[in-house]
């Protein structure tokens, strides 16, 4: 098939823009031809896909921000579908199908479709649907109600615009059910996956800490974390290793100081590092709050290091009982946990193990794009019988 990949940025390697990329490889390694069509890139990620062959086209769209990361939902959009639009235009003449990934611009380019398409969400809207977690910030709090006040087009918008997607697939079946809640249209599960050949065991020796990764924000619930581990015995108590960026970095150094736990953030790892990261924490922690996906178990479990995690989301249906240990948001309980497999380094090695095989057999990106492929011939016979 001719592929027309299309997202919004692709300027920070994280989650979303990573998947986006190994599926593109994937599906290319299965032999399609494939382009990228894309508001904004990085060098570095143009020059990830031209080593594979693949074209990606740049429309070079720049936001426009009040102030900081505050952004203009309404104006953002109307400018971005002068430049959909045009991609639409040349998409229809030129493709089999449209692979169109993630939320926020890209559903925009849907209503002028006329070719089959497939949206991959990785996860609804959820700044829309779900409640805010607050943050004991209060102005912080009030500031970010008020703004949402004022982005009920934009959630219109993108409700519209996914009613004419033929195809849309998720990344769970919890990430399902909440965009058939969302959008009233049934998905179809599509799992991500991780190179197993690069994030592997490298046999390093352990060190006294616990990994805690994702972006600097609530969702992602570093601060429960840091007071688990402040209710460990203190001769016991390891430090807090935070891999991620973002505006709660005081936030967190204050909690730590409060649970008199030792933290260290890092921003921008390496691929390389990130896999040392792995390898030499005795477990990784994840308390991310209603999590869609859960990448970070993947990789940590290819690493043959155990996930300790809340017991929500799509974590549940990646973690099982001989990978790691699923608790519920109790941080005694989540502290309980550790202190067992940092006590009995014996299982946590098992359960490395037997994570990693994991890994192999159900979550590579091989596996993803078999099924990506299987899901956009789907869209194909849709589209031909509408």
Known sequence: MKIAAVHNFLTQKRGAELAFLNKVIGLKKRGHEIDVYILGASEDFINDFERWGVDVISSNFTEWKLVGTTYIPLLNNLRALRKIKKIA?????????????????????????????????????????????????????????????????DKLLDKYCVNYACVILSNSDFAREQLWRTYGKLAITNYLGVNSEVYKPTNVEKDKFILSVGVLDPAKAHDFVIRSVGLLPERKRPEVLIVGDGPAKRRLFRIAAENNVKITIKKDVST???????????????????????????????????????????????????????????????????????????????????????????????????????????AVERFKRN
């Open 89 to 153: 235009r040349g998409i229809n003449r030129n493709y089999d199908v449209a692979f169109v990934h993630h939320h926020r611009y890209s559903p925009l380019i849907f209503p002028y479709l006329r070719i089959p398409n497939v949206y991959y969400c990785q996860e609804h809207p959820r700044l829309y649907y779900e409640p805010q977690i607050k943050t004991k910030n209060t102005f912080y709090d009030k500031l970010r109600f008020f703004y949402l006040k004022f982005m009920v087009f």
């Open 272 to 378: 390389e590092e990130m896999v040392q990261l792995y390898n030499k924490t005795k477990l990784t922690a994840i308390a991310f709050v209603m999590e869609p996906f859960g990448l970070v178990a993947l990789e940590s479990m290819a690493c043959e290091t155990p996930v300790i995690a809340v017991r929500e989301g799509g974590l549940r249906e990646i973690v099982t009982d001989n990978t790691g240990i699923l608790t519920n948001r109790d941080e005694r309980e989540f502290a309980t946990a550790m202190l067992y497999l940092l006590k009995n380094q014996k299982i946590a090695k098992e359960m490395g193990k037997k994570g990693r095989e994991r890994v192999q057999k159900n979550f590579t990106w091989k596996k993803c794009a078999e099924n990506l492929e299987k899901n956009l011939s789907i």
